[in-house]
């Protein structure tokens, strides 16, 4: 799936259900950021949105995290196709994933 | 023992070790552990449960005393011989994160596979064996809480301790990221690839969970009005329940206390030693012990909510509300505790993970009304609105509010001055509704006990046995009066009013114990700071209540009885003449002393003051450093002071 402007979006900007792969954790605060990371927050993996609002409340690697919208705006993913969350995740992860945009 | 917080780990641990456990400090840090022993083939091991982690990052202080204790680095620890990672089946790849890392330590580790029957409810399918051979190390698949697969893991630790049994076992696994190095710049992605790739092959019918019981009452729970409503009733509920239970063992510890009292009292010889223990030892330590009932109800009841997983929610719903002032939603609960003792909400601000907001907590706690100060809150009520139940709420619904604003004013301003920077943003897991556990609830209860027992109470045994010592020390003779008294006793005797007698000799001690306290260090000390607390309308008797208050704020009480010549026990047991004694008391140019603006400055003295020393005992022990306590009391009493000042300066001049 190509990552193309208007499927992108920020934590913040998604719809609840709305999942999407990280591409981007821009935090300043490395303890925070690598605590968010640790969680799973971070770059490639599938998050999706249960509830938005701030703090919002994600849903990554099946638990569910909540997460103040400050730290939500600098977290940037590639969205999913309307849907395409509600199946279990493809067993792609052997293959790597799009996520050459990764800084 | 580590884990993923919420992965069961204190279920496992209490399983393993029974209630063989105590809870300690890793050297030099202010990390909790809990250490506990187990035999293990004839051996006796020690088990040391870790703080719940995501990584090994060191990101945290818990992070890196973890990661240094496996690798033997903790002053007084060897390394450990093997680590249990504890697993939580229903959330594979998150912690298999952690293990991965645990994993690279370099240990013999045993995979202790937890919840595996929640996971077959929510019908994931974890291959144990497969997932053994993934990761090079024994994998156990258990239920710490209904006790499956606990003798197994007995079986296989015992393998691992015992290198004769199977010396293939602690071969110490590979690192398993290492054939991932080239995955890209960002470690976590590197080791997050993995996990789900080890995930995906050992487990199946892995779904996403949606409309689960949990989330459906999450949405009424996590809203920010009804979830704050819901919030403040269950915590209302949790108070009730203290005030209303713990009257009973606190009434018992008391008449314990009392009956001891007596019994030394009628076995001993008049004198110092009598003294010394009735009054210093007896009445100090109970005076202490008697919250304790308070104090264990308190962590019994959040130990319950937390692994519910409700407080998780709490924090969530708070967090909005506590940035206002600087410190994040985790920090609602230790203040809301502080209402019942500001040491169990001391003890509970552990949960908070950054140091400065955790530090602003602890300094701000002893602000919060505590129930210590309720019986001298009833007293100033008593002094100026005798019998008049509503002005009484309304004084007391303004001390607690008093508190409270002082509290969240000085966190604002300590978070802007000296522990400058913004609240940690909030980071936290939503755990799934569960049955909490009555026996990790206890356990934890039992725990918090010892501690504020073997802390506290050493220092309070001192800190009564000196203020006992300043309370009696230099001794003088009777007064004249009492002596005369007591003659009027004998001879009133003599002609068979043995009624009056009784009266006389009780007045005689009265006026003996008042003048004693006048003429030893305390009353001294009382007048010497006269001049300091004369602008906030005190004279020097209060001064001696104040002074005596010093480790304990509701000693006011009685030290005034003595100090006022009512005797130390009228206070309690007739009321009436103790207050009427204070109200006719006077200065020395004939005014009263109990003046309205009198009273409203002692009332925001002892709202404010930091006259606890039990609660200065914790904040060291928190903050490892007598730094912290010492500038809690310092800006508490220059706090107390000013306001205490302002508000007996504006009530004069009003009129009081």
């Not at chain 2, 039992?446 to 300043?470: E, H, N, P, Q, V």
Request: proline share 6%.
């Amino acid at each position: 799936m190509s990552t193309s402007t208007d499927a992108s979006a920020s934590l913040d900007q998604m719809q609840p259900m709305q999942c999407g792969t990280v591409y981007q954790v821009d935090i300043e605060d490395q303890a925070t950021a690598d605590q968010l990371k640790a969680m799973g927050v971070c770059v490639g993996r599938m998050i999706e949105v249960v509830k938005r609002g701030d703090p919002l409340i994600l849903r990554v690697l099946g638990s569910r995290i909540g997460v103040s919208a400050r730290l939500a705006k600098r977290v940037r993913v590639s969205l999913c196709e309307a849907g395409a969350c509600q199946t279990p995740p493809p067993t792609t992860n052997a293959s790597p994933q799009p996520s050459d945009r990764a800084t | 023992m580590v884990g993923n917080p919420n992965a069961g780990k204190t279920t496992l641990f209490n399983a393993l070790t029974g209630l063989r456990a105590k809870t300690a400090n890793f050297p030099g840090t202010t990390v909790e552990g809990r250490f506990g022993r187990v035999t293990l083939g004839g051996q006796v091991v020690q088990l040391i449960d870790l703080p719940g982690l995501y990584s090994l990052a060191a990101a945290t202080a818990e992070e890196k005393v973890a990661g240094d204790l496996l690798l033997g680095l903790v002053p007084g620890k060897p390394k450990p011989t093997a680590a249990i990672v504890i697993v939580d089946s229903t959330n594979l790849e998150r912690n298999l994160y952690l293990t991965s890392q645990v994993l690279e330590q370099g240990l013999p580790v045993v995979v202790a596979l937890n919840m595996t029957d929640l996971a077959k409810r929510e019908g994931i399918d974890i291959d144990p064996d497969k997932l053994g051979n993934e990761l090079d190390c024994p994998v156990v698949p258990i239920s710490a809480r209904s006790g499956f697969g606990v003798e197994h893991l007995r079986r296989v630790l015992e393998g691992l301790i015992d290198p004769s049994i199977d010396a293939a076992q602690s071969s110490a696994a590979q690192a398993p990221t290492a054939s991932c190095t080239a995955c890209g710049s960002c470690p976590f992605q590197a080791r997050y690839e993995w996990a789900e790739g080890v995930g995906s092959r050992c487990s199946t019918g892995r779904v996403a969970v949606r409309g689960s019981v949990t989330e459906k009452i999450d949405q009424a729970l996590t809203h920010p009005v009804i979830g704050v409503a819901a919030f403040m009733a269950v915590m209302f509920a949790v108070f009730v329940v203290i005030f209303s239970i713990a009257q009973y063992p606190m009434d018992w510890i008391d008449g314990l206390f009392t009956t001891a009292g007596s019994l030394v009292s009628q076995y001993l010889p008049d004198g110092d030693l009598k003294s010394l223990l009735v009054e210093g030892v007896i009445g100090g330590v109970g005076g202490m012990l008697v919250f304790l009932p308070q104090i264990c109800i308190l962590f019994f009841f959040l130990s319950l909510l937390e692994d519910t997983g409700y407080l998780a929610r709490a924090a969530f719903v708070m967090d909005r509300l506590m940035r206002r002032v600087g410190l994040p939603g985790k920090a609602f609960v230790p203040l809301l505790s502080a209402h019942a003792c500001a040491i169990p909400a001391i003890m509970a601000s552990r949960v908070i993970e950054d140091k400065r907001d955790r530090l602003v907590t602890i300094l701000v706690a002893p602000l919060m009304t505590c129930s210590a100060r309720i019986p001298v809150y009833a007293m100033v009520t008593a002094l100026l609105f005798w019998h008049e139940p509503l002005m009484g709420a309304l004084l007391f619904t303004c001390a607690y509010s008093l508190g409270i604003i002082a509290a969240l004013t000085m966190a604002f301003v300590f978070k802007r001055t000296i522990l400058k920077g913004e609240s940690k943003p909030l980071v936290l897991e939503l755990p799934s509704y569960k049955v909490p556990s009555l026996r990790n609830a206890l356990t934890l209860m039992y725990d918090r006990a010892m501690l504020f027992i073997k802390k506290a109470g050493t220092i309070i045994l001192l800190i009564s046995i000196a203020l006992w010592f300043l309370a009696t020390f230099p001794k003088s003779d009777p007064p004249a009066r009492a002596e005369a008294l007591q003659q009027q006793a004998v001879a009133a005797e003599a002609q068979g009013q043995s009624q009056l007698a009784t009266e006389l000799l009780t007045e005689a001690e009265r006026t003996t114990s008042q003048h004693a306290l006048m003429h030893s260090f305390a009353g001294r000390m009382g007048r010497a700071i006269e001049p300091v607390i004369r602008p906030l309308g005190f004279d020097w008797q209060i001064g001696v209540g104040v002074i005596s208050s010093f480790a304990a704020r509701e000693v006011i009480v009685s030290t005034l009885s003595v100090v006022y010549g009512v005797g130390a026990d009228t206070a309690d047991e007739n009321p009436q003449t103790f207050y009427e004694t204070l109200r006719a008391a006077q200065r020395l140019d004939g005014t009263p002393v109990f003046t309205t603006a009198t009273c409203i400055s002692l009332l925001v003295f002892y709202v404010l003051a930091m006259q606890c020393l039990p609660t200065q005992a914790v904040t060291k022990r928190e903050t490892n450093s007598w730094k912290w306590p010492a500038f809690q009391l310092a800006y508490m009493t220059v706090l107390a002071y000013t306001a205490s000042l302002v508000a007996y300066q504006v009530a004069s001049a009003l009129g009081g």
